[in-house]
């Protein structure tokens, strides 16, 4: 794959219109003057990406399609077979074809396929690695996410970004993670790696002109708890707010599917992109700063 230098010599395809994340993107590229396209064909279908690939010729292809569930991973466990065409099927015949092309993928995969460890115990500030098998088989939405990652290390031409908990700075969202807790009843409170979108966004699409590819454990550096999170909610945002915890087994009683909890080591995206925040650091910047409340 040639090198890309500049927004004039790049196209980029997006998979995930309806989405958010793909929604996002095609905000960014709009913004820095990217000329993109989404994708009409479903993933499924070969024939349409063959045809979407034709008749857009992008130099890159982000794949932010698939399924994780409405309103939450708890709906794949009752359509396993929905989940695989979307998550497995539709991901490999998408970067099978672009290979087929010469075109480097962009995926945006999930990190929700590890949990904490007797070699990576919660605090210890001990993270999974790029290279790490995933050891989580708490959720099928995970199973199926895992199964892909280690099938998708075959292709070269694919960039695999591991999302966690993703964070925007947009708190109406119902698929933000700090709106999502701030609406539970009651919330468990274990340290975790997160992904904030507004600044990581941004880096996926200079990992496309850099045709980076391989695994990335795409969030920011170090952990944040559901509590402190909610600490900063409560300071930022609405100093009424108050909240409940309860512990792993209490939530276990009333989910379907088990929750993943880890810390991702980022020394991988920490050596290629050294500005990249710390999250807590990262969560003032650009999601509590510009949404704060004055009381």
């Not at 990190?111 to 290279?131: Q, R």
Request: aromatic share 10%; with cysteine; net charge negative.
């Amino acid at each position: 794959m040639g090198s890309t230098n500049g927004s004039d010599s790049i196209k980029f395809l997006i998979y995930g219109r309806t989405g958010w994340i793909g929604g996002l993107l095609g905000q960014l590229c709009e913004t820095q003057g990217i000329p993109y396209v989404y994708g009409s064909g479903r993933l499924e279908n070969r024939d349409s990406l063959e045809s979407d690939l034709n008749e857009v010729n992008p130099t890159h292809v982000f794949n932010a399609a698939g399924v994780t569930g409405r309103p939450n991973v708890d709906w794949c466990e009752t359509h396993t077979v929905e989940t695989i065409r979307a998550n497995v099927v539709g991901t490999l015949t998408l970067a099978d074809v672009c290979r087929e092309k010469g075109v480097l993928v962009v995926n945006f995969a999930t990190g929700c396929i590890f949990e904490y460890d007797s070699t990576h115990l919660e605090g210890s500030g001990v993270g999974f690695l790029e290279s790490d098998t995933p050891n989580f088989v708490g959720s099928f939405y995970s199973k199926t996410k895992a199964m892909v990652e280690e099938l998708l290390k075959n292709y070269d031409n694919v960039c695999t970004l591991r999302v966690r908990m993703p964070i925007s700075s947009d708190l109406t969202n119902p698929r933000n993670f700090i709106t999502k807790i701030a609406r539970y009843e009651k919330v468990v409170n274990i340290p975790n790696s997160m992904t904030i979108l507004d600044e990581l966004l941004p880096i996926s699409i200079e990992m496309a002109k850099r045709n980076l590819t391989g695994i990335y454990n795409f969030t920011n550096p170090g952990v944040v708890s559901h509590n402190e999170i909610l600490e900063m909610y409560r300071e930022y945002i609405d100093p009424d707010f108050t909240w409940k915890n309860f512990t792993l087994e209490e939530q276990a009683k009333v989910i379907v599917a088990q929750r993943s909890n880890n810390e991702l080591d980022t020394t991988k995206m920490k050596t290629e992109f050294p500005e990249l925040l710390p999250i807590k650091e990262s969560l003032i910047k650009y999601v509590f700063g510009p949404n704060k409340k004055s009381f």
